[in-house]
């Protein structure tokens, strides 16, 4: 299948720094990228959905100041972790969807976020 | 919210079928039932998907009720590895651009040696 890569797939920040993750589709051009979040022993969560060259769209509940997405082409979607808090520790999972018919989303290997 | 119930854990013995139950009795007719699983520590992964026919492929067999109400997943032989928390998710196609992968509890499987 099609390979969605995270990066990195750990990193510990202090509090009140900001960190980027990255999100990238190797062999295919994702129109469309999901980003989850799951605390230990939980479900994934979707925090936002973000479509190619437009702004990404936040499930309810997810603050869009502090998790910035940008999807600025077609192979890569970033989330940055503005100000973070031992609270946004965490497992960070990207998803990635092409624009053609018939094409299933991938997922990422995860991103382990842990705020110190 | 998710649309489906599904046991909390279940176990298997290797080499035998592991046979996975799903139910999502509110169902729409425009709404796929597809599987996931995640093995720890890793990003989920596709299984197979079934709008109300029988299906199989190479990892794994899905049987979903003539009313839809209900899915089972198996997996043939099962084997260590397989070891997993899966996931049944009721979606629309993964052509429809509205499209959204929404993932419940999940069971997790433990596949005992």
């Known amino acids: 299948g099609a390979v969605v890569s995270q990066h990195p797939s750990r990193v510990i920040c202090k509090s009140g720094t900001s960190v980027k993750i990255e999100c990238r589709s190797l062999?295919?051009?994702?129109?469309?990228m999901f980003w989850y979040r799951q605390f230990p022993k939980q479900s994934l969560m979707l925090m936002a959905t973000?479509?190619?060259?437009?702004?990404?769209?936040?499930e309810q509940g997810v603050e869009k100041d502090k998790f910035l997405i940008n999807h600025a082409s077609l192979t890569l979607s970033t989330l940055t972790v503005t100000s973070a808090h031992p609270e946004d520790s965490s497992f960070y999972i990207c998803?990635?969807?092409?624009?053609?018919?018939?094409?299933?989303?991938?997922f990422g290997q995860g991103t382990r976020l842990t705020v110190v | 919210d998710a649309k489906t119930t599904q046991p909390t854990s279940m176990d298997c013995a290797e080499g035998r079928a592991a046979n996975l139950p799903c139910n999502h009795s509110?169902?729409?007719?425009?709404?796929?039932v597809y599987w996931y699983r995640q093995i720890h520590s890793q990003g989920p992964q596709y299984i197979i998907h079934?709008?109300?026919n029988n299906e199989t492929n190479e990892m794994a067999s899905l049987i979903i009720t003539e009313d839809r109400k209900s899915s089972t997943l198996i997996l043939p032989h099962a084997t260590l590895r397989d070891t997993a928390v899966y996931y049944c998710?009721?979606?629309?196609?993964?052509?429809?651009?509205?499209?959204?992968?929404?993932f419940g509890k999940g069971t997790r499987l433990h596949i005992l040696p």
């Open positions: 998803s990635a969807r092409g624009g053609q018919v018939n094409t299933e989303a991938f």
């Open positions: 079934g709008l109300k």
């Open positions: 509110t169902i729409s007719g425009n709404e796929y």
């Open positions: 062999d295919f051009q994702a129109t469309t």
């Open positions: 973000s479509n190619e060259g437009s702004k990404a769209t936040y």
């Open positions: 998710i009721v979606r629309l196609s993964h052509m429809n651009r509205d499209d959204k992968i929404i």
